[in-house]
T-cell receptor
Framework: GENVEQHPSTLSVQEGDSAVIKCTYSDSASNYFPWYKQELGKGSQLIID?????GEKKDQRIAVTLNKTAKHFSLHITETQPEDSAVYFC????????????FGTGTRLLVSP | SAVISQKPSRDICQRGTSLTIQCQVDSQVTMMFWYRQQPGQSLTLIATANQGSEATYESGFVIDKFPISRPNLTFSTLTVSNMSPEDSSIYLCSGHRSGSQNEQFFGPGTRLTVL
């Protein structure tokens, strides 16, 4: 089955810096890769996702890159703000019909003012 | 996306008791799921809640411990039975709507502490 690894487990940056979180997956058939932001009391919110037919996707300060050959994908947050502080989870699945999401172990991002 | 609410948001329970968590979606979804997130861990799928029939459980999870109901397309419950301290976790409900590809949206979670 699919196995997703995520690094780092914690990441501290200064406001305005960039943050990068990386994930690797094992199932070469996986082709859907979402990122979730988890804040206390707010549950997990989908912030961006990417499918295997593209290598990069951007939404304002957030971008995700995918390298299918190497089986890794990354979340990039630029110009970080204190409100970006949260736990971020990556996930992977096969995007045929509906397939179960397999989550990474999470990254706690702390943005200091 | 849909909005998912869960009740209770948190609870502290005694060993040996049971707790039922409710999940309500504001619009119809094809599939609903229950996840567990143990302290410092990732989300682990417990089961898929099937409307009008028995839930489909993942390896390591059984119906006697985690009975699930889904009487309609917008509501589901998860019961954590005969609780022990090891059941202390966040329990999350999620939904997926047919045609939205693979996107899942999550409820805020229920933080359970078992003493």
């Amino acid at each position: 089955g699919e196995n997703v690894e995520q690094h780092p487990s914690t990441l501290s940056v200064q406001e305005g810096d960039s943050a990068v979180i990386k994930c690797t997956y094992s199932d070469s058939a996986s082709n859907y890769f979402p990122w979730y932001k988890q804040e206390l009391g707010k549950g997990s919110q989908l912030i961006i996702d990417i499918r295997s037919n593209v290598g990069e996707k951007k939404d304002q300060r957030i971008a995700v890159t995918l390298n299918k050959t190497a089986k890794h994908f990354s979340l990039h947050i630029t110009e970080t703000q204190p409100e970006d502080s949260a736990v971020y989870f990556c996930a992977a699945s096969r995007d045929t019909g509906f397939q179960k999401l397999v989550f990474g172990t999470g990254t706690r991002l702390l943005v200091s003012p | 996306s849909a909005v998912i609410s869960q009740k209770p948001s948190r609870d502290i329970c005694q060993r040996g008791t049971s707790l039922t968590i409710q999940c309500q979606v504001d619009s119809q979804v094809t599939m609903m799921f229950w996840y567990r997130q143990q302290p410092g861990q990732s989300l682990t799928l417990i089961a898929t809640a099937n409307q009008g029939s028995e839930a489909t459980y993942e390896s390591g999870f059984v119906i006697d411990k985690f009975p699930i109901s889904r009487p309609n397309l917008t509501f589901s419950t998860l019961t954590v039975s005969n609780m022990s301290p090891e059941d202390s976790s966040i329990y999350l409900c999620s939904g997926h709507r047919s045609g939205s590809q693979n996107e899942q949206f999550f409820g805020p979670g229920t933080r359970l502490t078992v003493l």
